[in-house]
C-alpha cells in the first residue's frame, strides 16, 4: 500500500515539537491509529521507514520528537548525550508529547489507538496503557528499557493490572537493558495471558533497526509478526 509522510511543527508548553505523520496515501479513509514512541537515537530515517512499513499495513503513524526540549529532530553526537536526553525526560512530559501529537494529527481525543515503542518508548507504551486503559487497545515493546526501577512509581507495581495485550521482545545477550534489569516487570506480568513475551537468543539492544550494527532479523521480524497480528485483533473488537 502507497504512503505518505508529512512532519508538522507544533507549540507545546515545552516549546516546539515536530510530529512524523505517516499513513496510506487514501487519506481520506479513517485509518487506524498507531502512535509510535522513539527510542533514544531519536526520530531518525530507520523510524520513518519502519512507520512507513506500518503505515503500508493499513494505519495512521503519529511520532512525536521526544528530544524536542533541546532541539527539532536532533541526532546524538555521543552516548553521553543520549544518556542527558534520557535523564531530562519524564513520564508525564512524554505522555504530554504524546497527548499533543494525537491531537495535531487529528485524532480526537476519545479515538482509541494502539502504541508501539523501542527501547525508553516501551516505558512510554506501558504508561499509555496505564493511564488509558479505555482508549489505548495494544502496545508493542522492543528491546524495552526503565520497564522496573527502585522508585515508587516503578511500571512493575502497577503491571499486574493491565487489562490490554501486550507484547515484549527482548534479545538475551542485551547488556544494556538486560532481562534481569526487567525481571520485576516480567514477573509482575507473567500470570496475564494478554502479555506475551519473548526472548530472543543473540539479540542485543536495538535489534530492531536493520541499518544498525545489533540488528536480528529473527527478533526483528518476529516482533514485526506479532505486532501486526496484536494491533489487527485490538482493532477488530
Excluded at 507544533?10 to 527510542?39: K, N, Q
Excluded at 555521543?78 to 531530562?88: K, L, Y
Excluded at 502504541?115 to 516505558?123: I, K, P, Q, S, Y
Excluded at 493511564?131 to 512493575?156: E, I, Q, T, Y
Amino acid at each position: 500500500m502507497d504512503t505518505t509522510e508529512t512532519t508538522i511543527d507544533i507549540t507545546t508548553d515545552d516549546g516546539d515539537m515536530a510530529v512524523v505523520i505517516t499513513e496510506p496515501v487514501a487519506a481520506s479513509t479513517e485509518w487506524p491509529t498507531v502512535l509510535l514512541f522513539i527510542d533514544a537515537p531519536g526520530l531518525r530515517q530507520a523510524t520513518r521507514d519502519f512507520m512507513g512499513r506500518l503505515a503500508g499495513e493499513g494505519y495512521r503513524v503519529v511520532a512525536p520528537d521526544l528530544h524536542h526540549r533541546h532541539g527539532r529532530l536532533l541526532t546524538p553526537r555521543s552516548q553521553d548525550e543520549v544518556w542527558g536526553w534520557i535523564a531530562s525526560m519524564t513520564d508525564d512530559q512524554i505522555q504530554d508529547d504524546g497527548a499533543a501529537a494525537l491531537a495535531a494529527a487529528g485524532v480526537d481525543e476519545n479515538t482509541p489507538y494502539a502504541a508501539v515503542g523501542f527501547c525508553l518508548g516501551t516505558r512510554a507504551v506501558y504508561r499509555a496503557m496505564e493511564r488509558n486503559p479505555d482508549r489505548v487497545l495494544a502496545g508493542s515493546c522492543w528491546h524495552p528499557s526503565f520497564m522496573a526501577d527502585d522508585k515508587p512509581d516503578s511500571p512493575h507495581l502497577t503491571a499486574h493490572e493491565l487489562t490490554r495485550p501486550m507484547y515484549l521482545g527482548i534479545g538475551e545477550a542485551d547488556e544494556i537493558q538486560s532481562i534481569a534489569m526487567h525481571q520485576p516487570f516480567l514477573d509482575a506480568v507473567e500470570p496475564l495471558p494478554h502479555v506475551d513475551v519473548m526472548t530472543f537468543a543473540g539479540a542485543d539492544h536495538g535489534f530492531t533497526w536493520p541499518d544498525g550494527p545489533n540488528y536480528h532479523e529473527e527478533a526483528a521480524e518476529t516482533g514485526w509478526a506479532k505486532t501486526l497480528a496484536m494491533f489487527s485483533a485490538a482493532f477488530a473488537t
